[in-house]
């Protein structure tokens, strides 16, 4: 069985400056990773995802991660944050052999002016 | 396109009281279907999922249950609702094999249990 960890609970970032959550994940078995999304009382966007190809990912809304296979990582970066930014994000891994997401316990990131 | 809709979108019920949630996906056939429930400052916890029609694999022992009547139909249910039942309820689905890309949500259901 797969697991995720979200290394921070709590992201504290003021608008412009760069942003980095982490999240790293263990399984014996090749996985898949995505990052989504919640804002308050919502269901979940996805940001990006890594099902194979290029270790780096592209999403919506600037964002980007990097799947590095040898420290079990992926983590989410954004060079520049703005307020609309505030929200919960959440990293997930699923196994090939299924497709049942299992979520770290989520970030909040908090973008003041 | 496909959509997913789930309801309602909030609930309050009484302890001791049933509950029955439904989401129900269009545009696709066959999909996986998911329910996952988030504790208030808690990730997503996977409660059951469905591979096909009356077929239910249960993640986490509760006093919920779930069932896949149709294809494209999931419900949440409870014959007596317990207070740490309260949270936000999230309905999914995701393509299967070679068509699989990722798992899409509904906009969920806050459930408060008085």
């Known amino acids: 069985a797969q697991s995720v960890t979200q290394l921070d609970s709590q992201v504290p970032v003021f608008e412009e400056a760069p942003v980095e959550l982490r999240c790293n994940y263990s399984?014996?078995?090749?996985?898949?990773l995505f990052w989504y999304v919640q804002y308050p009382n919502q269901g979940l966007q996805l940001l990006l995802k890594?099902?194979?190809?290029?270790?780096l990912v592209k999403g919506i809304n600037g964002f980007e991660a990097e799947f590095n296979k040898s420290q079990t990582s992926f983590h989410l970066r954004k060079p520049s944050v703005h307020i609309s930014d505030t929200a919960e994000y959440f990293c997930?891994?699923?196994?090939?052999?299924?497709?049942?997401?299992?979520f770290g316990k989520g970030t909040s990131l908090l973008v003041t002016p | 396109s496909q959509t997913i809709h789930q309801w309602p979108a909030t609930l309050v019920q009484p302890v001791g009281s049933p509950l029955s949630l439904e989401c129900t996906v269009e545009?696709?056939?066959?999909?996986?279907l998911y329910w996952y429930r988030q504790a208030a400052g808690r990730g997503l916890q996977l409660l059951f999922y469905?591979?096909?029609?009356?077929?239910i694999s249960s993640e986490v022992p509760q006093n919920l249950s779930a069932s896949r009547p149709q294809d494209r139909q999931f419900i949440l249910s409870s014959k007596k609702l317990l207070l740490s039942d309260s949270g936000f309820y999230l309905c999914?689905?995701?393509?299967?094999?070679?068509?699989?890309?990722?798992?899409?949500f509904g906009q969920g259901t806050r459930l408060t249990v008085v």
């Open positions: 999914a689905w995701s393509s299967t094999g070679a068509a699989y890309t990722e798992a899409f």
């Open positions: 469905s591979v096909g029609i009356g077929q």
């Open positions: 890594y099902l194979s190809g290029s270790t």
């Open positions: 997930a891994v699923s196994e090939y052999s299924g497709y049942a997401l299992n």
């Open positions: 545009g696709t056939s066959n999909p996986n």
């Open positions: 399984s014996s078995v090749s996985v898949y």
